[in-house]
């Protein structure tokens, strides 16, 4: 009976991990599609202080040398400088959003092995959920290597394919998908480990 | 995600907090329904995992639909900023 229990709570445990699976799984591939670059608050906000302190340092210079330099149209020209170079800046940073079809072909291949880890992990909690008497826990010499590959290409994926922030973002998540696994591992081996317990 | 911005841009000249509480009820209702997909009930997680699927789906919203409300030129959703 206590077995019975424990098995019960390992399922519920397995579950549970599946959802932290999957949103892992979108963090890393939202971060590649670098989605919501172009539309972020942030990226505004930079243009508009760079495009203003282009205006203040532009006219301090060129008041420097005696020019007036205070004019509306003048105030204006410098702005649009400002938020062209912003736009520069912007593009190297935060980067635009990435269509599928604009992937390389190393990225493609990871996106596509991390989907077939979700898909794996799916097709097993389904099984669990509609078989409640079979164990799926036999497989996990498999399971386990499939995910050293993948801890493997997300540790060697050429970042330099993203945006400055996109490539910090990705060692970040890179290492939470990666607590993932141990977490996993603590479940196949009913220890208190990982990151639920 | 759609559903979350159409339910936001019907709200004008509506306070932080009246923001802030239809994106926590969309990412609890998210919640909840990942866990159905999962073979779970509420009741299988404890209110703290509870609490930190909630917080993990609110944070993603907001960033969402900061973007999205942004871009659409709803400027009134700057309050949301910070």
């Known amino acids: 009976m206590?077995?019975?229990?424990?098995?019960?709570?390992?399922k519920k445990r397995y579950k549970l991990w599946t959802i932290h699976l999957e949103r892992s799984t979108d963090a890393i591939k939202n971060n590649i599609l670098q989605t919501g670059s172009g539309k972020d608050m942030q990226e505004r906000l930079v243009s508009f202080g760079m495009a203003s302190l282009v205006v203040y340092i532009g006219s301090s210079i060129i008041g420097l040398f005696g020019v007036y330099a205070g004019g509306f149209l003048g105030g204006l020209?410098?702005?649009a400088i400002g938020w062209s170079l912003s736009k520069l800046f912007n593009k190297r940073f935060f980067g635009d959003?990435?269509?599928?079809?604009?992937?390389?072909?190393?990225?493609?291949?990871?996106?596509?092995?991390?989907?077939?880890?979700?898909?794996?992990?799916?097709?097993?909690?389904?099984?669990?959920?509609s078989e409640p008497s079979?164990?799926?826990?036999?497989?996990?010499?498999?399971?386990?290597k499939a995910f050293v590959g993948a801890k493997h290409m997300l540790e060697n994926y050429n970042t330099k394919h993203?945006?400055?922030k996109h490539r910090m973002k990705h060692f970040v998540i890179a290492k939470k998908y990666a607590s993932e696994i141990y977490t996993f591992d603590?479940?196949?081996?009913?220890?208190?480990?990982g990151n639920r317990a | 995600m759609d559903n979350l911005i159409d339910k936001l841009k019907t709200l004008k000249n509506k306070s932080q907090d009246e923001y802030r509480e239809v994106i926590q009820k969309h990412s609890h209702k998210q919640?909840?329904?990942?866990?159905?997909?999962?073979?779970?009930?509420k009741d299988d997680v404890s209110q703290e995992e509870f609490d930190k699927l909630v917080?993990?789906?609110?944070?993603?919203?907001?960033?969402?639909?900061k973007g999205a409300m942004v871009a659409g030129g709803a400027l009134l959703f700057l309050e949301l900023l910070g």
């Open chain 1, 2 to 10: 206590a077995q019975i229990s424990i098995l019960d709570a390992l």
């Open chain 1, 77 to 79: 020209v410098l702005f």
């Open chain 1, 97 to 129: 959003e990435r269509k599928q079809s604009d992937l390389k072909e190393d990225e493609v291949e990871l996106l596509n092995y991390l989907d077939s880890l979700v898909s794996t992990h799916q097709n097993i909690r389904s099984a669990v959920n």
């Open chain 1, 134 to 144: 079979l164990i799926f826990f036999t497989d996990y010499p498999n399971l386990r």
């Open chain 1, 162 to 164: 993203l945006a400055y």
């Open chain 1, 186 to 193: 603590a479940i196949y081996a009913n220890k208190k480990g």
């Open chain 2, 31 to 41: 919640v909840l329904k990942e866990l159905k997909e999962a073979g779970l009930y």
């Open chain 2, 55 to 65: 917080q993990e789906k609110i944070k993603e919203n907001t960033s969402f639909a």
